[in-house]
């Protein structure tokens, strides 16, 4: 498959798909049962669902900077990891990826996490020929939430599981976390959206162009199937405020006219919402290439 790509504003916008990974159905849909989140996404035998993970990378035009939206889970991991989530860097991985639209690991000048969980942030780290950690892009800030990175510091223990030690030890150490605050605006036509309800400080990236304007929805959104309010993840620290985020981000997408662009959707890179916040739907579904 091709990697799309837009001219949205001052910004050209390119996807980077770095892999597919599988997760447990059921924490995916936390109350949900099986018998209807089955009847919406395959899973394996292992009750495992399919999901990519589908980042962004940002060229500027106007400051030159070039942005690098999440990083995917990387290569580092043992073989136990990548057999419970079944990795496959078979047909992409972030490198790969960069190379297709024509950049290098050394072009990014920002890396923005949306917050850290393995499968957002992995990709930053890897392990040079001796098998030490080292930054992917280690000339670049990297830059997360207040909120988060003091969650990343003091974890709760059933958060903790999601933020590996191979990821966050070699980015503090290295002295690139950078962070930002609600209200941040990384440059005009780039600023954030926080939600709360998934991990404390989860930034959302919004690109504006104009009247047209796209959210990197994360977390927030992982899925097509996770639309409806209470199809919520039960890796979600605080459900319920889960669901305010989603009514709030909804209604403001479909005033406003904003595109989702989905990080780990397998079939559906970007949408546009339809009906209400209350029972949104799908109204459009295409790729960077449509725009
Ligand atoms: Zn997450």
Redesign the pocket.
């Known amino acids: 498959m091709a990697l799309s790509k837009a001219q949205f504003g001052n910004f050209r916008l390119f996807t980077l798909e770095t892999g597919t990974f599988r997760l447990d159905g059921g924490s995916m849909f936390g109350v949900v049962p099986k018998t209807l989140w089955s009847r919406q996404l395959e899973c394996d035998e292992r009750n495992r669902v399919l999901l990519t993970a589908r980042v962004l990378l940002v060229h500027s035009t106007a400051t030159g900077r070039v942005y690098l939206i999440d990083s995917g889970i990387g290569h580092k991991s043992g073989e136990k990891f990548q057999k419970i989530y079944e990795l496959d860097h078979s047909a992409y991985t972030l490198e790969s990826s960069l190379e297709y639209h024509g950049f290098r690991a050394s072009d990014i000048s920002d890396v923005v996490f949306t ?1 850290m ?1 393995f499968d ?1 942030c992995g990709g930053a780290v890897k392990h040079d020929p001796e098998g030490r950690p080292v930054l992917t892009f280690p000339q670049a800030p990297h830059w997360v939430h207040t909120a988060h990175w003091d969650n990343v510091l003091n974890p709760n223990e059933r958060e903790i599981s ?1 933020f590996l030690p191979e990821n966050i030890g070699p980015l503090q150490e290295s002295g690139q976390i950078r962070l930002v605050d609600d209200g941040h605006v990384y440059e005009p036509g780039f600023e954030i959206v926080v939600v709360e309800g ?2 404390p400080g989860q930034q959302l990236p919004l690109f504006t162009d104009g009247d047209r304007h796209l959210l990197f929805a994360a ?1 927030l959104v992982p899925t097509t199937v996770h639309l409806p309010l209470p199809w919520v993840m039960g ?1 979600d620290t605080r459900p319920l405020l889960t669901l305010e985020d989603k009514k709030r981000v909804f209604g403001r997408c479909i005033r406003e006219n904003i595109l989702l662009y989905l990080e780990h959707d397998p079939h559906n890179e970007l949408i546009r919402l339809g009906d209400t916040p209350q029972r949104p739907s799908v109204a459009w579904a295409g790729t960077l290439d449509d725009l």
């Open positions: 917050h969980h957002h999601s998934h991990t977390d890796f």
